[in-house]
């Protein structure tokens, strides 16, 4: 009995001391920072975590990543790309999920390789055979010189963006899309059937005039709009620029006015100068 207190007593105590040391280890940070980026898109999102090495003086491309050569796209662990729906990156269609982000620097074009195997520490265990699709995409020579190794995401519409790498003066984009154009319509139909009071009226107009759908049933939605909220400028804005875009000018400018006044008796100078913008644009 006395041996069973000593032996619980002795790992209790190497328990705490090894608690204790692990608690008092100091930490330090990391050489290159992890970030995580999220973009919404479509009906879901794009997540890219990824590390960001530092220039520090050095040559970046063709010095400490070769030309040529399987590059992690980053430091430490290869970055990732999750997609929450399906999409197509630089036309190539990528079903939703979670993938490496490898890439190929050249002084010319760059290979982008999107690889089946997710989690990777660096390029070492790469390989092609994993490979989900690979495109070539053409660097840009930026004058502004990037420190820090970036991602970073630009020209965001409900159907389209930017991924863009950028280090040092360099960077690359790549071009993605939505694929769930039919969903999105088929739930925007849903939607427009239901109660008139609780229909997305703004999302649905919008969507239908940037993506060039039925411009008649947007401007029905339009006027069913207005009837719900006659003093609201954003629905003049709207209708104006279905108007604009089926080319009927005076229609456009007319309507643009009436929404300038309502933008002003409300005090909404944003909308005073988007509807400027539309008679601005008839008039040319």
């Not at 008092?24 to 992890?34: G, K």
């Not at 590390?51 to 040529?68: A, E, L, M, T």
């Not at 059937?193 to 969507?207: L, W």
């Amino acid at each position: 009995m006395k041996k069973t207190v000593i032996y619980v007593f002795t790992m209790l105590l190497a328990c705490v001391t090894l608690s204790t040391y692990a608690q008092e280890q100091p930490r330090i940070p990391e050489a290159s920072s992890t970030q995580t980026i999220i973009q919404d898109f479509g009906l879901g999102k794009i997540t890219v975590t990824y590390s960001r090495p530092n220039v520090k003086g050095r040559k970046i491309f063709g010095g400490i990543n070769p030309y040529g050569q399987v590059w992690r796209t980053g430091a430490n662990a290869a970055t990732t790309i999750t997609f929450s729906e399906n999409v197509l990156v630089e036309g190539n269609k990528v079903p939703a999920g979670t993938y490496s982000l490898f890439s190929i620097p050249e002084q010319n074009s760059w290979t982008i390789i999107l690889n089946k195997t997710a989690k990777q520490w660096g390029a070492y265990s790469y390989k092609q055979a994993d490979d989900l699709v690979r495109f070539t995409v053409k660097p840009i020579t930026v004058k502004e010189k990037r420190e820090t190794f970036t991602m970073q995401f630009a020209n965001s519409t409900t159907k389209t963006t930017d991924l863009y790498i950028v280090w040092d003066h360099t960077a690359v984009p790549m071009h993605l899309q939505t694929d769930d154009d039919a969903q999105i319509t088929a739930n925007i139909e849903k939607l427009m059937q239901g109660d008139i009071k609780k229909r997305p009226y703004f999302n649905a107009i919008q969507y239908y005039y940037e993506n060039d759908k039925d411009l008649k049933k947007a401007m029905t939605w339009v006027l069913e709009a207005e009837k719900l909220e006659p003093s609201a400028p954003w629905y003049k804005l709207w209708k104006a620029r279905i108007q604009l875009k089926m080319g009927n000018k005076a229609a456009a400018i007319t309507t643009a006015q009436q929404g300038i006044k309502l933008a002003k008796a409300s005090d909404d100078d944003e909308y005073v100068r988007l509807n400027e913008a539309v008679i601005a644009q008839a008039k040319d």
